[in-house]
């Protein structure tokens, strides 16, 4: 019994796509063939992500929301080639405008503290309220309006930088 008080939770870190390691375009067209297959990534946040993954401290997942079935086939063409050896059991796709928190629930059990790593301050609320830990990514397009004054990463910031805050905080 005593030992169970000495066992930690697996650190769950899910994290956006569109503004996290992707750049967000304002007034972009997501509707156009390949817009998301020809996505640049975010060179620091592609290393933040490699170094998360191999790390046995966490379990790691994308969690990201699309628009329709083409947008949804490339994100994960981004992903793989971006990602070499990457499992689709890595991503978690949530319909546009739905609570990612509702899509993740199932995984939160007693094994695991969970941490959503976005953009989008409305996503972030809604997975406090709900009980899990928010990062705000700040990617130099967002955060214009003061709404979040909760945990926070610079996307352009070194990746040690971004995993200490990470560590400290969750």
């Known amino acids: 019994m005593i030992a169970k008080m000495f066992l930690k939770k697996k650190k769950l870190i ?9 750049p967000w375009e304002w007034g972009a067209d997501y509707t156009v063939p390949g817009y998301f297959e ?17 790390d046995k401290r966490y379990v790691f997942k ?10 949804k086939k490339e994100k994960i063409v981004s992903l ?15 319909p546009y405008g739905e609570s990612k928190y509702d899509y993740v629930k199932n ?21 406090k309220s709900k009980g899990g830990n928010a990062i705000k990514a700040m990617n130099g397009v967002n955060g214009t309006k003061g709404t979040w004054t909760g945990a926070s990463i610079d996307v352009y910031a ?9 560590e400290n905080y969750f």
């Open 107 to 127: 995984l939160l059990d007693k094994k695991y503290s969970v941490c959503l790593i976005d953009d989008y301050s409305h996503n972030l609320f809604d997975f």
């Open 80 to 94: 793989i080639r971006n990602f070499p050896g990457l499992s689709l059991d890595e991503i978690i796709f949530v």
């Open 62 to 71: 994308f969690c990201t929301a699309y628009t329709s079935e083409q947008a």
């Open 14 to 22: 899910l994290m956006d796509l569109d503004g996290t390691i992707f």
């Open 158 to 166: 070194n990746p040690s930088k971004n995993l200490r805050y990470i």
């Open 38 to 54: 020809n996505l640049q990534i975010i060179h620091s946040m592609k290393l933040l992500v490699d170094i998360l993954r191999n």
